[in-house]
C-alpha cells in the first residue's frame, strides 16, 4: 500500500526514507520512480514536499548459521 509523508525541513530522501523505514536499502530508486521530477529538486527538499512512498519492504528475519565447535 502505497502512502505519501511530507519532507521536514532540510530533510533529504534518504534522511526521510530512514525516519519511515528505518533504512534506505533498495527503496530509495522505487521511491524516485514513484515521484518524477523529484531528484531535480536537489538533494534538500523543500519544507512540505509530498513524496509519495512504495510500501515497505519485506522484513524477513534470518537467524545466524549455526556453528559446531565439537562432533
Do not use: F, S
Not at 530512514?18 to 519544507?47: F, M, S, W
Amino acid at each position: 500500500m502505497k502512502r505519501t509523508v511530507r519532507a521536514h525541513q532540510g530533510e533529504t530522501l534518504d534522511a526521510l526514507l530512514y525516519r519511515v523505514y528505518g533504512k534506505t536499502a533498495a527503496i530509495t530508486e522505487q521511491t524516485l520512480k514513484l515521484n518524477p521530477g523529484l531528484a531535480e529538486q536537489g538533494p534538500v527538499l523543500k519544507e512540505g514536499t509530498p513524496v509519495v512512498l512504495p510500501p515497505p519492504p519485506e522484513t524477513r528475519e534470518t537467524k545466524p548459521p549455526n556453528i559446531q565447535l565439537w562432533n
